[in-house]
């Protein structure tokens, strides 16, 4: 609540018939040189001034901002509103019902426990693509999904209606991203405060990183981890520092031929190099206005890729056409448009704003292209990409080295040193010459299937090909262009390779409405592309199992196969475990590569197959013109579309609508439920918190590379048998079959610190060669190799403190709340890496573990550091006295464990606490004890 109005902000404006208060932005000095993300949180201020969270002096801050400055000055953002998915939204609700109970037993009430900022909740990370290729696999999943997730659903059922201000749209609607635009953004908000109706941007933070989607709407937000989701939802405002801002200028127009997809890789490509990591980007320039929304929305949602924190386009004609499009009320849009340009927020391309880093696009350079096998910045140039895949795959299969090494030998000087990084010349050199010997790599494999369908399978085939993920199923220009892509190869007789899996997870169902009206829908599924379900499916690793026998043929050969996906994520591990090498390409290409069935393949040269008189065909034959696109787009999609689709959004199907849910305002915990368990987070807590303490005589649990992703860290995907949480459900009476992936039993803390670090691709440095959740377990005379898990608990009943040692980038990814509670329960106290990734750092503060980076130029192995060490950091103290120490002082001493001869090392390592508010937080023990505390 404003209490505080130091710059006389407050005014009224007139819109029709209905009057709103606003906040002008334009009686801050300094406003009209502020990048447009910049007025949007100028305005959240000047709303939010209360004198102590926000003051007079960052609204100044703010208003005189210097581009070039290094980001010094903390601010308090608050969101207009928090958008969940289901996997990471369920534990925010599981916390809220926790505290519920805690509020009670520090003597509060219980009703007081309610989000504050509205939420809500899209279930769309459930569905699971087990059936595919056939007119029923659509209804069997969602029957399946209800199976599996019933649990899950009942307790989100009785979120819905225990919570104020909580909506949930029921599963089989969309995807999260999708359905925010299409339907729940406003772009301007308006709500009733103190019997006034005040109109302010449309702000969220959502807990799935790819929330910067919206931005292409001109709404601001970004990924959070659920930790800091929930404070939001709580009326925490979100602690940030006021971030530099990259003016991105595009210019020219995407030639024939291109995608939206191949744009957006490009993009990634160019940020990524350019180092964009804790800034916003920002689009401007004449460019924009020939940019269609869909496009805009595209390359938001890839903004985690590239690694920014938001990725804004401004609002504009094309802005409020959309929102006609999409069936927002005709008041909606006078306000949009009213607002905005009262405000100076709309944009204008003369008025050029002042930025801290510029970089340039002219769209009719680009050219077809996708990125892999395992980063979406990899990207490839489509032209090269058989080439490329040579290369790759020596990273991947099992080659005959004496065939190489020889030729190696023969062509490279003895007395050159051997490679420490695949970037060096020498290592490039192998890979030139592995690349060139194919015959020593290549694995036939013959597969016949049940129905008696014969074939052989080698390294690169395509083993899955979905039209998958929000970035490009929210985007008609690619979506129509498959469709007719997959009209043209039908009438050449054409069709998908048998071994290739093929899904089409469309992220609403107005995409089916439009192929519907297209006449495209039968020509998708004649090449396999039925419908598979209406959720995120192939990009967050529920592609289900691949054809039976071609997974049998892969694990009994050893085969490293490929899937191409339109996704924004292609970590190791991530799509399925057969599957080693994973592409991101447009939705077109999907298509194209299912008819290719390997990535060994080159368009311009190899033939898809033959037509019904003999002839070859070729990509170019059958790739549809951009003109036959867009006329059909303007054909097939309107706006009753949307309006019918999203009418009874909140209401789901008959199966939602009969869930037997639980009533009352504290949720009554299932004993014998494995999905849904009350975490422990509040046990034996006290209304005064304890003192921070320094740590000493910790233990390193796991010592890692560079670019650890969240994937790496978070459990995520398919649970196998014979880890820490098979072992754990099927104590529990839950058969092989049920498991259920990580994401569905999120609402389980048990389930879930078994899983955290446990990622097939991990890679331990205490161990040599081991990859997956292993470590030494150094409770042990002997320090075996151990599950993480495992020598975690031991470690935590002998009461001795865990630290992590990491590279850089570490918890790049995903914003994933379980990546930092899963640390904490493991018992880690500190992560000591070279640099954070944004949200896992502040996440971990959140969980109450302290986040401290090498002293500048240093490393785990340039200080000697092999985590056999025992570790002691002093100088956390400090934080009692209210202030955050700058560095701390690190003593690792060598262990029982440890090589002979090893000397102590000694170090500064840098406290990344960078605001107050997160320095209050971890004296709390975490975030959610600090908002309970001041709650109560």
């Not at 880093?357 to 990125?371: C, F, M, Q, R």
């Not at 040193?417 to 690349?435: G, I, L, W």
């Not at 010592?703 to 880890?723: F, Q, R, Y």
Request: proline share 6%; charged share 20%.
């Amino acid at each position: 609540m404003s209490a505080v109005n130091s710059f006389g902000a407050k005014d009224t404006l007139r819109v029709g018939d209905e009057s709103y208060e606003i906040f002008r932005i334009d009686t801050v000095p300094g406003y009209e040189k502020l990048p447009f993300s910049l007025k949007v949180l100028l305005e959240n201020l000047l709303r939010t001034e209360d004198g102590a969270n926000v003051t007079k002096e960052q609204i100044e801050a703010l208003g005189s901002w210097v581009p070039t400055a290094e980001p010094d000055t903390e601010i308090q953002f608050t969101p207009a509103r928090v958008v969940m998915q289901d996997f990471t939204g369920v534990p925010c609700i599981v916390d809220l019902a926790t505290m519920r109970e805690a509020v009670v037993a520090l003597g509060g009430d219980p009703n007081k426990i309610n989000p504050l900022s509205p939420a809500e909740m899209v279930i769309d990370h459930s569905v699971i693509a087990d059936l595919f290729g056939t007119e029923n696999a659509l209804e069997r999943n969602v029957e399946i999904e209800y199976e599996r997730n019933g649990e899950r659903y009942q307790f989100l059922r009785w979120g819905q209606t225990a919570f104020d201000d909580f909506k949930v749209v029921p599963p089989g609607t969309g995807i999260v991203h999708q359905v925010n635009i299409e339907h729940l953004a406003k772009v301007i908000y308006d709500r009733s405060v103190d019997g006034v109706v005040r109109a302010y941007p449309d702000t969220c933070v959502g807990t799935d990183s790819h929330t910067t989607m919206v931005n292409g709407l001109g709404v601001l937000g970004w990924g959070v981890g659920g930790i800091e989701a929930e404070a939001a939802m709580l009326g925490q405002p979100v602690s940030m520092l006021i971030p530099k801002v990259v003016g991105f200028k595009l210019s020219g127009s995407i030639p024939t031929g291109v995608t939206a997809t191949d744009v957006v890789l490009t993009i990634t490509d160019m940020l990524r190099k350019h180092g964009v990591v804790g800034k916003f980007v920002e689009f401007y320039g004449s460019g924009v206005a020939s940019v269609p929304l869909a496009n805009r929305a595209t390359i938001g949602n890839m903004s985690p890729e590239f690694g920014s924190t938001a990725a804004m386009f401004p609002i504009d004609d094309v802005t409020v056409d959309y929102l006609r499009l999409t069936g927002r009320s005709e008041q909606q849009l006078a306000l949009v448009e009213a607002y905005a340009k009262e405000q100076k927020l709309w944009h204008d391309a003369e008025n050029e704003p002042v930025f801290s880093e510029y970089l340039e696009l002219d769209l009719s350079t680009v050219v077809p292209s996708i990125a892999g096998p395992k980063r979406p910045q990899d990207r490839i140039i489509l032209s090269t990409a058989k080439e490329q895949f040579e290369k790759d795959l020596t990273n991947y299969a099992e080659v005959d080295h004496d065939l190489v090494d020889l030729e190696i030998a023969e062509s490279f000087p003895a007395s050159d040193p051997p490679a420490n990084s695949p970037e060096d010349e020498y290592s490039q050199h192998v890979h030139h010459h592995k690349s060139h010997a194919p015959t020593s790599i290549s694995k036939p494999t013959q597969v016949v299937e049940a129905d008696g369908t014969e074939y052989t399978l080698d390294h690169g085939a395509v083993t899955i090909a979905a039209i998958t993920s929000c970035t490009n199923t929210s985007n008609p220009s690619v979506m129509l262009a498959a469709g007719l892509l997959a009209r043209n190869a039908v009438k050449k007789g054409l069709k998908a390779k048998p071994w290739v899996k093929t899904t089409l997870a469309p992220g609403s169902k107005v995409v089916t409405d439009y192929y519907e009206k297209a006449g495209l829908t039968q020509d998708l599924e004649d090449l396999g592309f039925y419908t598979v379900g209406y959720g995120c499916t192939t990009c967050i690793g529920n592609s289900g199992p691949l054809i039976e026998e071609v997974s049998a043929a892969i694990q009994q050969n050893d085969l490293a196969v490929t899937a191409v996906l339109s996704g924004n994520r292609n970590f190791e591990g991530r799509i399925n475990p057969d599957v080693k090498m994973n592409y991101l390409a447009s939705p077109p290409l999907v298509i194209a590569y299912s008819l290719a069935g390997s990535m060994n393949f080159d368009f311009e040269t190899d033939a898809l197959g033959t037509d019904p008189d003999g002839n070859d065909v070729f990509l170019r034959d059958i790739w549809p013109d951009a003109a036959e696109v867009q006329a059909t787009i303007d054909s097939s999609i309107s706006e009753d579309m949307f309006t019918t689709q999203y009418a009874s959004v909140f209401e789901g199907d008959e199966r939602w609508r009969t869930l037997p849910t639980p009533t009352g305002s504290t949720f009554e915990w299932d004993e014998k439920s494995t999905y849904v368990r009350k975490p422990p987070y509040f046990e034996g807590m006290t209304m005064q918190p304890s003192p921070v303490s320094d740590i000493s005589g910790a233990r390193v649990l796991a010592k890692l590379g560079d670019s650890v992703t969240t994937d790496h860290i978070s459990p995520a995907g398919s649970i196998k048998a014979d880890s820490p949480a098979g072992h754990y459900l099927t104590e529990h009476g839950v058969e092989r079959k049920d498991f259920n992936s990580y994401g569905s039993r999120r609402g389980n803390h048990e389930v879930m610190i078994r899983g955290t670090f446990a990622n097939i691709r991990l890679r331990n440095q205490l161990l040599d060669g081991v990859e997956g959740g292993y470590t030494r377990d150094f409770t042990k005379a002997d320090a075996p190799q151990s599950f993480i898990y495992d020598a975690s608990q031991n470690y935590q009943e002998q009461g001795t403190p865990l630290v992590i040692f990491g590279g850089k980038e570490y918890g790049s990814g995903s914003s994933r709340d379980w990546a930092a509670k899963g640390t904490s329960l493991l018992g880690v106290k500190a992560v000591i890496t070279e640099s954070f990734e944004r949200i896992h750092r502040s996440n971990l503060i959140g969980m109450g573990v302290v986040p401290l980076q090498f002293p500048v130029g240093e490393s785990a192995d340039s200080l000697g550091l092999d985590g056999t060490e025992i570790v002691s950091i002093s100088g956390l103290e400090q934080l009692n006295e209210g202030t955050t120490p700058k560095t701390v002082h690190v003593v690792a001493e060598p262990s029982e464990h440890s090589p002979a001869g090893k000397q102590t090392v000694e170090f500064d390592a840098v406290v990344r606490i960078d605001t107050p508010g997160e320095a209050d937080y971890y004296r709390n023990g975490g975030i959610l004890q600090y908002v309970l505390r001041s709650l109560v």
